[in-house]
Structures are given as C-alpha cells and as structure tokens.
C-alpha cells in the first residue's frame, strides 16, 4: 500500500499536447516502458569559468580526473540514488540501471505504475504527423524525493525534434 505523501511538481516537467494535437484514449495501462529519472549531483559542477583555465594549457599539461574521481566529485550521493530506488520499489517499478557517475536511475513498469507514480494520465495523441504516447500538466513527487531530482524523462514518446 502506497503512503500519499505532499506531492510537488518537478520544475519544468509541464507539458501540454503538441500543436493541433488531441486525445484519443488512455494510453495501455499494462504498456510497458522505461524512464529515466536524472539525480542532483553530490556536490556543486565546477564553473565554466574555473575550467576554462585548462584551455590555456596543453594537454599534456592538464590534470585529469579519473573516472572514480570524476564520479566522487561530480556523481550522485549514493544516498539519493537509494531515496529513487526506494521510490520504485514503493509504486511496484523495477530498477533496470542505477549509475552514480551519470546521476541516473533507469526505471521499468507498466503505464498504470507510472500514472499513479509520478501524478500523471498517460494518454495517446493524434496529430498531423501521427501518434504519440503523452500527457499534460506536470510530473509531480512527494516532497521529500522532489530535491534529489532534476528530471523525468521517457514518460512521453512524441517526437521532439525534426
């Protein structure tokens, strides 16, 4: 049994249908997809002004990080990476890939798991160009998640550029 706690919209996860697009049904409830969810990173990403300094030099001058140290300085706090993990579990979708380094969690369920997950209506659209699976308004999580994510992505299919 799921606990609804305070939900919050993820900023900007808005969305409204595509131009001259419109509903056609609900999208398959038992469909089943894979989305992404983008994590805050542990610590504050070096300013671009901080890292233009390397430009200045040559390459075999520079300092580099390894990947290890790369992922401690620019990765996920593994404890957010839980906090989403924990999240998935609690609305019965499955961690695929959970990844520090990329701040990401790959999640995988049915459409009916994701609606009731993230506070949306997965619906299919048809539009000049097609179909596509998408929704309106914003993805919504509870308000102790909310910080540690920066984006949900793959809820919606439509094409997003030509």
């Given at each position: ?44 990403i070096v300013p671009l ?108 299919d439509r094409p997003?550029?030509?």
């Open positions: 049994m799921v606990v609804r706690q305070k939900q919050v919209a993820v900023p900007g996860s808005e969305r409204a249908p595509l131009p001259n697009a419109h509903a056609i049904g609900p999208a398959a409830p038992d469909e089943r997809l894979e989305v992404t969810i983008r994590v805050r990173p542990r610590t504050d002004t901080a890292s233009m300094a390397m430009a200045d030099s040559m390459p075999a001058q520079r300092t580099y990080l390894s990947r290890e140290q790369y992922e401690e300085s620019h990765g996920a706090d593994p404890k957010d990476i839980t906090k989403v993990k924990n999240f998935a579990k609690a609305h019965r979708l499955t961690v695929v890939d959970a990844n520090n380094a990329r701040r990401s969690v790959v999640l995988s369920g049915t459409v009916s798991a994701f609606n009731e997950a993230f506070g949306v209506v997965l619906e299919e659209y048809e539009y000049p160009g097609g179909t596509y699976r998408g929704r309106t308004g914003p993805v919504l999580l509870p308000a102790t998640l909310a910080p540690v994510v920066e984006g949900v992505f793959g809820l919606d997003q550029f030509k």
